[in-house]
């Protein structure tokens, strides 16, 4: 497996596997929902903010960050390629590229939401901390934080 910056001639690639998973995305419904996702992927790209991770050329794990800031801003892998630490390996490569001084924050799934086990459950265990119930997308999520 490879964990490397995604660039603009894997965006197909990586549609594909955001399509196989956008069911665990509010905001990713429609048509045009994802249209707009692939620009604002393309955007990341363009600033090296777009991580992906390939098997055998095939996308099978995916995400953005801000080093603007300090924060996580998508996050999946593969329902087939989980609990094999793929988004453990990203998160890690993301953190080469932030401030280390600056905490890091991402939006999640609050508590008692099945969707938001996994994710939930995977922050803790990487050591983010509980932050602010806030809003997203009209959905009710809660903010977590790694600390520094
Ligand atoms: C959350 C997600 C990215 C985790 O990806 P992953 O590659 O399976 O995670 P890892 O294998 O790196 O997990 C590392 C550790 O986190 C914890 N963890 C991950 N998934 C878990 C789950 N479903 N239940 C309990 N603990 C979990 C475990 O401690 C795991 O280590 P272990 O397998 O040795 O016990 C993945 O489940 C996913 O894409 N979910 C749907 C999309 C999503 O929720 N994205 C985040 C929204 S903000």
């Given at each position: ?101 600056s905490d890091i924050v ?43």
């Amino acid at each position: 497996m490879e964990i490397e910056l995604g660039n603009m001639y894997d965006i197909d690639n990586w549609m594909n596997l955001v399509d196989r998973v956008k069911g665990n995305f509010p905001g990713l419904e429609t048509k045009e929902a994802l249209e707009e996702h692939r620009k604002t992927v393309l955007s990341f790209m363009g600033k090296n903010s777009a991580i992906c991770a390939k098997i055998d050329d095939k996308i099978v794990g995916t995400l953005l960050f801000s080093k603007d800031n300090n924060e996580l801003c998508f996050l999946a892998v593969d329902t087939e390629y989980r609990r094999q630490h793929i988004a453990e390996k990203m998160v890690s490569y993301m953190l080469t590229f932030m401030d280390p001084e600056s905490d890091i924050v991402v939006t999640t799934y609050r508590e008692g939401v099945p969707e938001g086990i996994a994710a939930r459950a995977f922050y803790k265990r990487l050591g983010f901390v509980e932050g602010k119930l806030t809003e997203e997308f009209g959905s009710p999520v809660q903010e977590f934080i790694l600390k520094r």
